[in-house]
């Protein structure tokens, strides 16, 4: 059905006609009978499709309505394509007319990837609310940051009420306490009102391990490959077609019913698909069919971490992805900040590999990995929108044993030289919910499954997963409320001191991004870097047609000398300003930057 690249509404689970029939649809390619149960009240026989579909129309099902799948006339289960869960991931599925929703954001149009200021948040823990109403009160604050783009991370029905979103077992139903549907629309809607692009972060690796169903449909899984979580998805085995249009699906469906502008794509490197055409390609064709539909803009974000631009290479040299995660970046500056070389951050040099991932977007991009054995990575030449680069994310602080936020791990100044670095780089800048008023608070990894067994397996995977990266304690319960409350912002920080003038002075560093046509340009050809390895120092030129911006870096501890005699000071997070040691123009604070404007007049 992928085939055709006819973009019609959604084309599997209960959909709703114009005229209040219903389409009811199903994938079960072994099954000998299939079966819709609504409200345990009348049975509705699907009938044999081709390609593994089961299918009818009624006009008996109406929103709101509960119903399962009965397979064979045994078992009866949730739909795999169900877009509410009300009652959790082990409950009926509820039918929604996802196309009802009064959208006013009809003029709205993404703007150019080049222009994105992310914020990544996650939904439970942003607000005390904990929902998508919650968001929806802290659009004006994030307008007044300088965000242009509100990253959320997975929303997909998950067991319980406590997850990061990456052990969703339902990828089209929206999370019934976070508001389902009917609330991620009005969210979007309210963002588009606002001026905000929305990304939405989606899991097509696997899926969770409580509330999986799919295996009872079909041949969702495949043994051929294993991945961190298990099987792998079923992508270029028998039957994967009905897998490959399952995904394709999901996809579409956040753009076009959900309005959503971007997704970003969990760990494509976890994806296993030798198939002549690869499913992340299959993915971006179907979205370019959708968008020459509607009009619209839409974007396909991977997380990689295999160096490798086949991924964002446009079809056919790859796969056609507009941008990628770069944690190379990350891990070089973290390194340059004094976080220990060990494990994933025992590859890295500090401020060298800094410089030449301002350079080069990859550190690895061909040379011998002495923590993966072996040489990584390729290099590339795709210009700097197609990266996004940030100093924390919900896996750097997270995948921490006590999910150590930056201002627990660094000092004040040397925060505010991290965020520089981030903010003042040609690639796409990504900020983590809190960092910028410098929470005190950590996000920590947090579940709330109801199986007994599963709790202690994760509860022990989470201690091991430690033993190289720290000493001393155990890592938090994962499945403790108290784990996830921590996790939780406290917003009354933000206005008190020193976290007012943090969030003054990342305000102040996203406008001067913002302004400044050189800061934030992606040809990464009008970047270049200086190394004093021995003093600590970077420099970092910004070239632009009408002036250039030399932004010098101290990453060490002590006070230099600067002889920088040239253009303009026109910032510097040493003043007092800044809650800084204080300026003085021959010297360069520690930990500090120092930008410089020079005209070319």
């Known amino acids: 059905m992928t085939k055709s690249k006819k973009i019609d509404p959604l084309r599997i689970g209960v959909n709703f006609h114009a005229d209040g029939t219903a389409k009811v649809r199903a994938w079960s390619p072994t099954a000998q009978t299939l079966a819709a149960r609504v409200n345990d009240r009348f049975t509705l026989p699907l009938q044999k499709a081709e390609n593994g579909y089961w299918q009818a129309t009624t006009g008996k099902i109406a929103p709101g309505d509960r119903y399962v799948f009965v397979i064979d006339d ?21 039918a929604v007319n996802v196309c009802a929703f009064n959208w006013t954001d009809g003029e709205w149009q993404s703007p150019p990837l080049s222009d994105y200021i992310l914020y990544e948040l996650h939904t439970g823990t942003f607000t005390p609310a904990g929902d998508f109403e919650g968001i929806i009160q802290k659009l004006d604050y994030l307008l007044d940051l300088g965000i242009t783009a509100v990253e959320l991370m997975p929303v997909a029905q998950f067991p319980g009420n406590r997850n990061w ?49 799919l295996p009872f449909f079909g041949p969702y899984f495949t043994g051929k490959y294993k991945t961190p979580w298990g099987d792998a ?59 020459k539909s509607t009009g ?13 631009p086949r991924f964002i290479n446009p079809i056919p040299k790859g796969f056609g992805l507009d941008a990628q995660w770069t944690d190379e970046f990350h891990h070089a500056l973290r390194v340059s900040a004094g976080e220990p070389r060990q494990g994933y951050y025992s590859d890295f040099k500090g401020i060298t590999d800094l410089a030449k991932a301002y350079r080069n977007a990859y550190v690895f991009d061909g040379q011998y990995s002495e923590q993966r054995h072996k040489f990584f990575g390729a290099k590339t030449d795709n210009p700097g929108r197609q990266f996004v680069v940030f100093s924390q994310n919900h896996d750097q602080v997270g995948n921490r044993m006590k999910g150590e936020r930056s201002s627990m791990l660094v000092s004040f100044e040397m925060q505010k030289l991290m965020t520089a670095a981030v903010l003042l780089s040609p690639y796409l800048p990504l900020l983590f919910m809190g960092e910028e008023w410098s929470a005190p608070s950590p996000f920590q990894y947090f579940v709330s499954h109801t199986d007994k067994q599963l709790i202690e397996a994760v509860r022990k995977g989470r201690s091991d997963e430690f033993r190289e990266f720290h000493s001393g304690g155990e890592a938090p319960d994962p499945q403790a409320s108290e784990t996830f409350e921590q996790s939780i912002l406290p917003w009354k920080f933000s206005a008190e001191e020193p976290h007012q003038t943090m969030l003054n002075y990342y305000k102040a560093l ?34 632009g047609r009408e002036q250039d911006f030399h932004c010098l870096m101290n990453f060490s501890a002590a006070q230099l000398p600067n002889a920088f005699s040239e253009g303009k000071k026109i910032f510097d997070s040493a003043d007092v300003l800044w809650n800084g040691p204080g300026t003085a123009a021959d010297i360069i604070q520690p930990e500090s930057i120092i930008i410089y404007q020079v005209s070319h007049v």
């Not at 009005?186 to 606002?194: E, F, G, I, S």
């Not at 992508?235 to 959900?258: H, K, P, Q, T, Y």
């Not at 990464?524 to 021995?534: C, L, N």
Request: aromatic fraction near 10%.
């Open 74 to 94: 045994e078992k009866a289960w949730p739909d795999p394509a169900s877009l509410s869960q009300p009652d959790g991931v082990h409950g009926p599925s509820q």
């Open 165 to 213: 979103g990456y052990d969703g077992v339902f990828p089209f139903a929206v999370q019934n306490s976070y508001g389902g549907a009917r609330g991620l629309q009005k969210l979007v809607d309210a963002c588009h009102k606002k001026g905000l692009a929305v990304v939405l972060d989606v899991v097509y690796n696997h899926l969770g391990p409580e509330g999986n169903y």
């Open 233 to 291: 998805l079923n992508f270029d085995d028998a039957w994967c077609d009905g897998v490959r249009d399952f995904f394709i699906e999901n996809s579409l469906m956040w753009f076009r019913d959900f309005h959503v502008d971007a997704l970003r794509l969990d760990a494509v490197h976890a994806i296993r698909d030798f198939s002549p055409k690869h499913i992340l390609q299959e993915i971006k064709e179907n979205t370019a069919e959708l968008s």
């Open 296 to 308: 619209k803009t839409y974007h396909l974000i991977a997380e990689c971490d295999l160096n490798d």
């Open 510 to 543: 996203v406008l001067l991004r913002k302004t400044q046509a050189a800061l934030s340009d992606p040809d990464r050809k009008a970047t270049t870097t200086t190394v004093d390895e021995q003093a600590g120092v970077l420099t970092l030129f910004r070239r």
